[in-house]
């Protein structure tokens, strides 16, 4: 199983970039997609996810700027980043992730670079 990110890359603050995350169709139908950053020297962190209601959850840092979406007929899933600012600049990984009650299994995207800097 394979999640597959792409769009990363070096943009200016204010700029904008997406990030596209694609899966296998049974893992998009049956997974809530997300994705989550990593900056260096600190954790893993959600950045924007869709929830088990189908509902979106971002963190607060990116709320007004960032948008999720999801196109079930290509089974990618997408991060729209605009206003960027430096402090978002990370490892962005594509996340999948099903419960089954108290349980979660997560499946992990390789990851894409995005710079944000002048």
């Known amino acids: 199983v394979q999640l597959q990110a792409s769009g990363g890359g070096l943009v200016q603050p204010g700029g904008s970039l997406r990030l596209s995350c694609a899966a296998p169709?049974?893992?998009?139908?049956?997974?809530?997609m997300g994705w989550y950053r990593q900056a260096p020297g600190k954790q893993r962190e959600l950045v924007a996810a869709?929830?088990?209601?189908?509902?979106?959850d971002y963190t607060d840092s990116v709320k007004g700027r960032f948008i999720i979406s999801r196109d079930n007929a290509r089974n990618t899933a997408y991060l729209q980043m605009n206003s960027l600012k430096p402090e978002d600049t990370a490892v962005y990984y594509c996340?999948?992730?099903?419960?089954?009650?108290?349980?979660?299994?997560?499946?992990w995207g390789q990851g894409t670079l995005v710079t944000v800097s002048s």
């Open positions: 996340n999948a992730a099903r419960f089954s009650g108290a349980n979660r299994l997560d499946l």
């Open positions: 169709r049974i893992i998009f139908s049956m997974y809530s």
């Open positions: 869709f929830t088990r209601g189908g509902l979106t």
